[in-house]
């Protein structure tokens, strides 16, 4: 049994690789019993800012896992910052006891940060990292990956870094410009239910708006731009091998009624 979420297909393509059983956090945050029973659980789910997105953890924090073998599988794009220290603190203090957590270097979507099409263009090996990472899943390996006082200098240097923002930066995160064609796509991929449409336009409402950037790069028209600079406003990125479709489906919370 295997729990995900994705933005962007990242997360997603690595969870289509173990090949079990796979269930979207996005829909399974709604389960309202959330006990779930099997030998081997794992999660997949991106970095955010050197931990596990808000989602997820709201998610774990609500969830009993009944397994002998709890796993934890992160998707970064450039810096870890600690991740799987910083993961493994969170399970432990809900009470989970992880067997394994590794991570994966992939594209990173970050918009503010990096420009899709230079990361579209690079090889991460993101299939020999899996292949490896495979193995110890299915030889059901007890392992946690190596941080050192770098990456917690990163983390730390982070933390006061987004300490000093203003209170209001997610509500000025995104905007959605005169290109947009009302397709409804943006409000579909997101697993916070943050888009709706009116009329022909889509509308953005900040709250609970995590910034994973699900609508951003998947707006056909780039009519969502960040309001922040960004490294490039004309690339977009989605996991090549990664529908559309299956990105709503993860993360649609608008019922039946559904993008084809
Ligand atoms: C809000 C946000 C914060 C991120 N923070 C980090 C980070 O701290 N370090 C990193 O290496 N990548 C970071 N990334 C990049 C993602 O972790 C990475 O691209 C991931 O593979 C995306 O997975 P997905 O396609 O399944 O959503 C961040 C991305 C977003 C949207």
């Known amino acids: 049994m295997i729990f995900y979420f994705t933005a962007t297909g990242n997360s997603l393509y690595v969870a289509k690789q173990l090949n079990e059983t796979r269930i979207s956090i996005a829909q399974a945050i709604h389960d309202r019993e959330k006990i779930y029973t099997a030998d081997k659980i794992g999660i997949v789910c991106p970095v955010f800012g050197h931990e596990v997105p808000p989602l997820v953890r709201e998610f774990l924090a609500g969830s009993t896992f009944r397994t ?22 969170l399970l432990e203090d809900l009470g989970i006891h992880p067997s394994y957590i590794n991570l994966v270097l992939m594209a990173d979507i970050f918009l503010p940060g990096f420009d899709m099409n230079e990361q579209k263009a690079l090889d991460k090996n993101v299939d020999g990292q899996m292949e490896r990472i495979l193995q110890d899943i299915v030889s059901g390996k007890e392992y946690i990956a190596p941080v050192t006082d770098t990456d917690r200098a990163a983390h730390r240097e982070y933390l006061d870094r987004t300490a000093e923002m203003s209170d209001d930066v997610f509500s000025r995160t995104y905007r959605i410009t005169e290109e947009c064609i009302g397709c409804g796509i943006c409000t579909k991929v997101c697993p916070k239910k943050c888009l709706h449409m009116e009329g022909q336009k889509s509308v953005w409402n900040p709250e609970g708006c995590m910034m994973c950037m699900a609508c951003i790069h998947a707006c056909p028209m780039m009519a969502i731009q960040m309001r922040m600079p960004e490294k490039n406003p004309k690339a977009r990125y989605r996991n090549e091998h990664i529908s559309i479709c299956e990105i709503v489906d993860a993360n649609n919370q608008w019922g039946e009624d559904t993008f084809r």
């Open 68 to 89: 002998d073998y709890f796993y934890m599988i992160l998707t970064y794009g450039n810096r870890h910052g600690g991740a799987a220290e910083l993961t493994q603190k």
